[in-house]
């Protein structure tokens, strides 16, 4: 259902998503004077207990933009379809912009207890230096595997065509799409930092495509996206992926993550933000698992 509005009225939104969705909610509101965002959502973080808080804000919104979400996660309300059956027209779904395009060898380790196990990349790991700590090889070999472009296209040559395909099927049941736009523009620059941080640009366009859907005025000349707020950990372009896509050369050692103050059996503990050399985040990656061997 399109709505039209008086110049003078305020369209309240509330934005439902995971860790993307408060610098939307941060883009709606520079693209559109018109817009005011009253609620904002992390799904990770709610629980079946919030359902009459989130009530609330879901009755007195013009708009509810609700990122897609499974239906069968823990978090009840926030699901796509009941979102959709309990408030109809006025929900409008974005889908989760995910592309491992670029860095295909970043993964997750669990703890035995489910826990993400960190690092200097925050909750991701480099797939090719964790086999290397496996088979025992010494970090510089590791390294030396990483920046090979012939392996990693040995290793993860399939991912990135098969995490667009996925985004597109995702996104299917979606109101809006980003996936065409990834696959436009991936070539001409860097369009995620890891494959779940998009870049400030992508941002901008899944909010214009919103207002667009719900035809909110775009009156606002915001064109700058120098500020990246989902950019604190950015190791990197895959070499081979550098190559394919003719982008930059990657610098290798470029990786932005964070420093590593302590590392035992019961976590690692993380500080400010730091710039690492490719040996040395190799060596620091090893020094993790080396503690933390039995949960790997």
Known sequence: MFRFWKKKNKINV???????AR??????????????????????????????TYAKHFLSADWIFAQRVMDNYP??????????????????????????????????IRNANRSPLRGPLGDY??????????EGIKPAEALRR?????????????????????LRMRESDCDIEIADYIAKNQSDRRLF????????????????NLLHWAR???????????????????????PWVVHELGLDPPVAD????????????????????????????VETYYRIYDANEDAI
């Open 14 to 20: 509330v934005v439902i998503g995971n860790c993307q």
């Open 23 to 52: 610098p939307l909610a941060q883009k709606l509101t520079a693209i559109s004077g018109r817009v005011k965002v009253t609620a904002i959502g992390i799904v990770h973080l709610l629980k079946n207990e919030e359902t009459d």
């Open 75 to 108: 978090c009840t309300f926030v699901r796509s379809k009941e979102l959709k059956a309990n408030w109809g027209n006025k929900v409008v779904v974005w889908p989760n912009i995910f592309f491992r395009g670029y860095n295909p060898e970043l993964t997750y």
């Open 125 to 134: 790991h480099n797939q090719t230096i964790l086999e290397g700590w496996k």
């Open 146 to 166: 990483h920046l090979d472009i012939e392996y990693n296209r040995e290793q993860y040559g399939k991912i990135p065509e098969a995490s667009l395909s996925e």
């Open 193 to 208: 930092f890891t494959f779940n941080h998009p870049v400030a640009e992508l941002l901008s366009e899944t909010a214009k």
């Open 216 to 238: 909110i005025p775009n009156d606002r000349n915001h064109s700058s996206d120098d500020f990246e707020p989902l950019g604190q950990f950015c190791p990197p372009v895959n």
């Open 254 to 281: 470029s990786w932005c993550g964070v420093e590593v103050v302590k590392i035992d059996k019961e976590g690692t503990e993380t500080g400010k933000n730091k710039r690492f050399g490719g040996l040395e985040i």
